[in-house]
């Protein structure tokens, strides 16, 4: 029997990492929310898994759930459920992503470059 696909990778892997869940306990993560580490790595942390203690590495600065996603070369869902898991131990904070109701707009954006070009 084989375990691998050539085009796609582990197959049995991600499912297994997560064990079995498809969908985080507590909350979900939006594909463009950002995610920072608490900490650095700690010799304690070691046990913890491969795939976690990386997303801890990666999230040293904010990183996007995709960004994190293209990185570890894992599905969104798995990742989506080990950020729950670091999250529910307080290793990773989040950060939702912006409101566009809250950015300016195109006109308020245009007034600010007539009124730098005026000076």
């Known amino acids: 029997m084989r375990w691998l696909d050539e085009d ?5 892997r991600p499912y297994a990492m997560t064990g079995g869940r498809t969908r985080p306990e507590q ?3 939006d594909l463009i929310e950002l ?3 608490t900490r650095p790595m700690l010799s304690v942390d070691v046990g913890m898994g491969t795939e976690l203690a ?3 590495r990666l999230c040293q600065r904010p990183q996007s759930v995709a960004e ?6 894992l599905p969104a869902g798995t990742v989506r459920v080990l950020l729950a898991d670091l999250a529910q131990r307080r290793l990773i904070r989040r950060r939702p992503p912006v409101d566009l109701r809250h950015l300016p707009t195109q006109d308020i954006l245009r007034a ?6 005026a000076l």
């Not at 796609?8 to 049995?12: D, L, Y």
């Not at 994190?68 to 070369?73: D, F, I, K, P, S």
């Open 27 to 29: 909350g979900d993560f």
């Open 112 to 117: 600010v470059i007539d009124g730098i070009r």
């Open 8 to 12: 796609a990778g582990p197959v049995v």
């Open 54 to 56: 990386e997303i801890i």
């Open 68 to 73: 994190v996603a293209a990185r570890l070369r």
């Open 35 to 37: 995610v920072v580490a």
